[in-house]
């Protein structure tokens, strides 16, 4: 192979690896995408947009609970990378979903399965009681 498509090669290995660790990482959601990927929040009806189970972590920057839960739902992406995908989302930046699940406590969990309703945890879990209610409420283990 020549020196040119070595480099081709390797930037292509680079992307798709990129691709991978964004899928198993925990990425921010703004309003317009939980919109676009989850509710659109019209009405009370839930119907969920999207096709697999789905954590998203209600936050504050400020929250000490919050800040100490962030590398356990890092942790649980790597875990259940490719079955379950995790989200952020800081109520003081994303406040119409806040008000619409009534977050009041933080952090709070959003677990929305595949098909069915979304459930809520509120407060810092152990990793093993997070594993506990993802198998339980969005793979049904």
Request: aromatic share 8%.
């Amino acid at each position: 192979m020549n020196k040119k498509t070595i480099l081709i090669v390797a930037i292509a290995c680079l992307c798709a690896l990129s691709a991978i660790a964004q899928k198993c990482a925990v990425n921010y959601m703004p309003t317009a995408d939980f919109k676009n990927k989850v509710w659109d929040m019209k009405g009370t009806q839930w119907n969920y947009r999207g096709s697999s189970a789905i954590v998203i972590d209600c936050y504050t920057t400020w929250c000490g609970p919050c800040k100490r839960l962030a590398p356990i739902m890092e942790e649980l992406a790597a875990d259940y990378c490719g079955r379950v995908q995790f989200y952020k989302l800081d109520i003081e930046r994303e406040p119409e979903i806040a008000a619409k699940f009534q977050i009041h406590s933080i952090p709070t969990l959003l677990f929305i399965p595949a098909s069915g309703t979304p459930g809520l945890l509120q407060g810092l879990r152990s990793k093993e009681e997070l594993k506990s209610v993802i198998d339980k409420h969005l793979l049904g283990k």
